[in-house]
């Protein structure tokens, strides 16, 4: 009697298993294949893991109920860096494996798109009575754009009613566009012209896209390391080829989306999470197929499944957003190097500020450190100063010196960006008269004012309430905002300058879609204006008419408990301080400060990146932090922190294994957050393998272990905060 055929199987679920079916006789399977399976009384999509498996002995599998294609949803190279992945950061395959595919895919949907409907006019004029005035509209745009899609012109503001009801009328009708199977064709731009320092680093880069190579491209803001980006796909991408071009903000992408598009056409596509779901499908479809397209995307396009990707570019690879926050706790850097390597490609690491993994990869000898430190054009490097504030009066944060340095910015018909990493009104309000301060109920922070709706808020747990005007527990109305958020400033600017536009750029006033691309337009017209904005404004923006960046308060990083934190700082500075004089103008930054004699700011006012880097290295290596170590956080989160502690404790006797450090358990800096108290467990470790040994029996130990209801822990591999 022939032995049945059995196959193992990934669910989408929090399970640090796998599970075997029955293959029924009619079915060939092959790894990375969707299937439909039973699993308790409901049917689940799963993916082939492996096939031919040895069931334990006395077990009765139920059968694989279908295949949902032919062809495996992840091809070999995808599947080999989701396996990795789970492994090294912890988390179970399952859900690594379905990160790959788009929502659509993991509930289910067949791998196929919808046929769009193609409109065209049957007439050149349209009889509608006079007040149809939207039927008109539309009328004329099918008219003007013949095979106009109905999902475009949804797009536009039309409702399917109103299509219909042009059909029934034979106004429009649909019709098979006759050029459907032709492809887009590449823009006929050459690749861009670079200046003598952009060829020097140019010519560094390396030549073959069929090795496997890490390259650190090493360029100060405003050196043109896109227009390098650019050259390189143009000149090294073969017409059948894919590339992936990382960038750390969905915010980023219109603008990195408009200057690739000139260059490439059609054959950009992007991927970030503002996409529907038909969106996301039909990129992916794309991808899988093989369509020889550049993909723009945000950190989950690390793990698409490529079948030619000859080409990976990280910008900005030095920012946190390529770390994922929660559930698979990956980081789209590391995971892009990590696939370079599977490809067989090269990969491009870029930044103004190098995280300090990647600056020691490079002094390693890991990564080939290419240097551009020159500005494109005519622009020259902004000069720095630090302005003390100390016994200096300021109106909401900004020092009298400040203000008038944005007063004469803008007599000359330039733009100003004022710097606040605080978003809101005001961090904190306060009563003068008892001293009470509106904490979040949920959490060990306090709310946020933002005036504008009259809300407090936490920015951690996303609690809300009405703001009071007077004090909750004295009843005083000597309740007050304290300190500064981007709304006050906003608000003290338009009062210094009412005939100045005042342009806010937060997650707040960008939640709309489609915001950011209006602010961009405003500010790229070049009209006198003063931006106000967070981080957000420090990514990679360019604004050629921009010549003073004004930072309220640089002192955050310097006192941090987190071991990263002057790194950050340091960044955030200089990339915001990177958004001054990028076009034909000198540009000036004013750093206000309260620690004018820390050496770390007077070394930012030199604007030598790769001292600081280095000085920054020699400090971690000395107290044997990351990158000299490897370092991993265990969580804990339960009703009270004696549960949290309690947990942490019975594990720590498991990790006293030679090589390994371990530091706590300890209550997490904001200790409560959402009603759910945290406290970590730090490991470092000289040997990266054993550490990641030790990580695999803690979570084995803790999935057999049946815990409380309301515990909940989780692993952090290579951690980006520590608090």
């Given at each position: 009697?022939t032995?049945?055929q059995t196959?193992?199987?990934?669910?989408?679920?929090?399970?640090?298993r796998l599970f075997?079916?029955?293959?029924?006789?009619?079915?060939?399977?092959?790894?990375?294949?969707?299937?439909?399976?039973p699993f308790?009384r409901?049917?689940l999509?799963?993916?082939?893991?492996?096939?031919?498996?040895?069931p334990?002995?006395?077990?009765?599998l139920?059968?694989?109920?279908?295949?949902?294609e032919?062809?495996?949803?992840?091809?070999?190279n995808?599947?080999?860096l989701?396996?990795w992945?789970s492994?090294?950061?912890q988390?179970?395959?399952?859900?690594?494996l379905f990160?790959?595919?788009?929502?659509?895919?993991?509930?289910?949907r067949?791998?196929?798109?919808k046929?769009d409907?193609?409109?065209?006019?049957?007439?050149t004029?349209?009889?509608?009575?006079?007040?149809a005035h939207?039927?008109?509209?539309?009328?004329?745009?099918?008219?003007?754009?013949?095979?106009?899609?109905s999902?475009a012109?949804?797009?536009?503001?039309?409702?399917?009613?109103?299509?219909r009801?042009?059909e029934?009328?034979?106004?429009?009708?649909?019709r098979?566009?006759?050029n459907?199977?032709?492809?887009?064709?590449?823009?006929a731009?050459?690749?861009?012209?670079?200046?003598?320092?952009?060829?020097?680093?140019?010519?560094?880069?390396?030549?073959?896209?069929?090795?496997?190579?890490?390259?650190?491209?090493?360029?100060?803001?405003?050196s043109g390391?896109?227009?390098i980006?650019?050259?390189?796909?143009?000149?090294?991408?073969?017409?059948?080829?894919?590339?992936?071009?990382?960038?750390?903000?969905?915010n980023l992408?219109?603008?990195?989306?408009?200057?690739?598009?000139r260059y490439?056409g059609?054959?950009?596509?992007?991927?970030?999470?503002?996409?529907n779901?038909?969106?996301?499908?039909?990129?992916w479809?794309?991808?899988?197929?093989?369509?020889p397209?550049i993909?723009?995307?945000?950190?989950?396009?690390?793990?698409?499944?490529?079948?030619?990707?000859?080409?990976?570019?990280?910008?900005?690879?030095?920012?946190?957003?390529?770390?994922?926050?929660?559930?698979?706790?990956?980081?789209g850097?590391?995971?892009?190097?990590?696939?370079?390597?599977?490809?067989?490609?090269?990969?491009?690491?870029?930044?103004?500020t190098?995280?300090?993994?990647s600056?020691?990869?490079?002094?390693?000898?890991?990564?080939?450190?290419v240097?551009?430190?020159?500005?494109a054009?005519?622009?020259k490097?902004?000069?720095?100063?630090?302005?003390?504030?100390?016994?200096?009066?300021?109106?909401?944060?900004?020092?009298?010196?400040?203000?008038?340095?944005?007063?004469?910015t803008?007599?000359?018909?330039?733009?100003?960006?004022?710097f606040?990493?605080?978003?809101g009104?005001a961090?904190?309000?306060?009563?003068f008269d008892?001293?009470?301060?509106?904490?979040?109920?949920?959490c060990?922070?306090?709310?946020?004012?933002h005036?504008?709706d009259r809300?407090?808020?936490?920015?951690?747990?996303?609690?809300?309430m009405?703001a009071?005007?007077?004090?909750?527990?004295?009843?005083?109305?000597?309740?007050?905002?304290?300190?500064q958020g981007?709304?006050?400033t906003?608000e003290?600017?338009?009062e210094?300058?009412?005939d100045?536009?005042?342009?806010?750029?937060?997650?707040?006033?960008?939640?709309?879609?489609?915001?950011?691309?209006?602010?961009?337009?405003?500010v790229?017209s070049?009209e006198?204006?003063?931006?106000?904005?967070?981080?957000?404004?420090?990514?990679?923006h360019?604004?050629?008419?921009?010549?003073?960046?004004?930072v309220?308060?640089?002192?955050?990083g310097?006192?941090?408990v987190d071991?990263?934190?002057?790194?950050?700082?340091?960044?955030?500075?200089?990339?915001?301080?990177?958004?001054?004089?990028?076009g034909?103008?000198?540009?000036?930054?004013?750093?206000?400060?309260?620690?004018s004699?820390?050496?770390?700011?007077?070394a930012?006012?030199?604007?030598?990146?790769?001292a600081?880097?280095?000085q920054?290295?020699?400090?971690?290596?000395?107290?044997?932090?990351p990158?000299?170590?490897?370092?991993?956080?265990?969580?804990?989160?339960?009703?009270?922190?004696?549960?949290?502690?309690?947990?942490?404790?019975?594990?720590?006797?498991?990790?006293?294994?030679?090589?390994?450090?371990?530091?706590g358990p300890?209550p997490a800096?904001?200790a409560?957050?959402?009603?759910?108290h945290?406290?970590?467990?730090?490991?470092?470790s000289?040997?990266?393998k054993?550490?990641?040994?030790?990580?695999?029996?803690?979570?084995q130990?803790?999935?057999q272990?049946?815990?409380?209801?309301?515990t909940?822990?989780?692993?952090?591999?290579?951690?980006q905060?520590?608090?």
């Open positions: 009697m032995q049945p196959a193992r199987i990934a669910l989408n679920r929090p399970l640090r075997d079916y029955l293959v029924p006789g009619h079915l060939e399977l092959t790894p990375g294949q969707r299937v439909k399976v308790g409901q049917t999509t799963g993916l082939v893991v492996k096939t031919n498996t040895q334990p002995e006395g077990i009765t139920k059968p694989i109920s279908e295949t949902l032919s062809w495996p949803a992840l091809p070999d995808t599947f080999q989701l396996t992945a492994t090294y950061y988390h179970p395959l399952g859900e690594c990160t790959a595919l788009p929502p659509a895919l993991r509930r289910g067949a791998a196929e798109l046929k409907e193609h409109w065209y006019a049957n007439a004029d349209a009889a509608l009575p006079a007040n939207r039927q008109a509209a539309l009328f004329n745009i099918v008219r003007t754009t013949p095979g106009i899609t999902s012109l949804v797009h536009a503001g039309y409702s399917r009613a109103q299509i009801a042009l029934q009328k034979e106004l429009i009708a649909q098979i566009p006759e459907s199977k032709l492809a887009a064709p590449e823009a731009f050459p690749a861009p012209e670079l200046s003598e320092a952009q060829t020097q680093a140019a010519k560094q880069l390396p030549s073959d896209t069929k090795t496997f190579s890490a390259s650190l491209l090493f360029g100060i803001t405003g390391k896109t227009e980006y650019l050259h390189y796909l143009k000149t090294r991408l073969q017409p059948d080829e894919q590339a992936l071009v990382l960038v750390p903000e969905i992408t219109p603008q990195t989306l408009a200057r690739f598009r490439f059609n054959r950009i596509q992007v991927w970030h999470s503002a996409l779901d038909s969106e996301r499908l039909s990129t479809l794309k991808i899988r197929n093989g369509e397209i993909l723009i995307g945000t950190r989950s396009a690390a793990l698409l499944p490529f079948i030619h990707l000859r080409t990976i570019i990280v910008d900005e690879e030095h920012d946190s957003s390529y770390k994922q926050g929660e559930g698979f706790r990956y980081s850097r590391d995971v892009a190097v990590y696939r370079a390597h599977l490809n067989q490609c090269p990969v491009i690491l870029g930044s103004a190098p995280s300090l993994e600056w020691h990869n490079a002094n390693l000898g890991k990564y080939n450190l240097r551009l430190e020159e500005r054009g005519n622009a490097p902004p000069e720095l100063t630090l302005l003390d504030i100390r016994s200096r009066p300021l109106e909401a944060g900004l020092s009298r010196p400040a203000l008038t340095a944005i007063k004469e803008l007599k000359r018909g330039q733009q100003a960006l004022v606040v990493n605080r978003r009104f961090p904190i309000m306060m009563c008892c001293g009470h301060m509106e904490e979040c109920p949920r060990d922070t306090r709310l946020t004012y005036r504008r809300a407090m808020r936490c920015h951690h747990c996303d609690f809300q009405a009071s005007a007077t004090c909750p527990k004295c009843q005083s109305e000597n309740f007050k905002p304290v300190g981007t709304e006050r906003e003290t600017l338009a210094q300058f009412p100045t536009p005042i342009v806010r750029v937060d997650r707040d006033s960008t939640q709309r879609k489609g915001s950011i691309q209006a602010i961009l337009k405003q790229n070049g006198p204006c003063i931006l106000v904005g967070t981080q957000m404004l420090a990514k990679g360019d604004f050629p008419n921009v010549t003073l960046v004004t309220l308060n640089a002192d955050g310097l006192f941090s071991f990263r934190a002057p790194e950050q700082m340091i960044q955030t500075l200089l990339q915001v301080s990177g958004r001054a004089g990028r034909d103008k000198p540009g000036k930054v004013l750093i206000q400060t309260c620690h004699d820390h050496p770390l700011l007077n930012l006012c030199q604007g030598n990146y790769p600081i880097a280095d920054l290295l020699a400090e971690r290596e000395a107290g044997q932090l990158p000299f170590r490897a370092m991993a956080i265990l969580r804990a989160e339960a009703d009270t922190m004696q549960n949290s502690l309690q947990l942490l404790d019975t594990l720590k006797p498991m990790a006293n294994v030679p090589g390994i450090e371990t530091w300890l800096v904001i409560r957050k959402a009603d759910r945290r406290a970590q467990l730090i490991f470092v000289d040997n990266r054993q550490l990641n040994r030790l990580l695999a029996c803690l979570c130990h803790l999935d272990t049946r815990l409380p209801s309301n909940k822990w989780m692993v952090d591999v290579d951690p905060e520590t608090g």
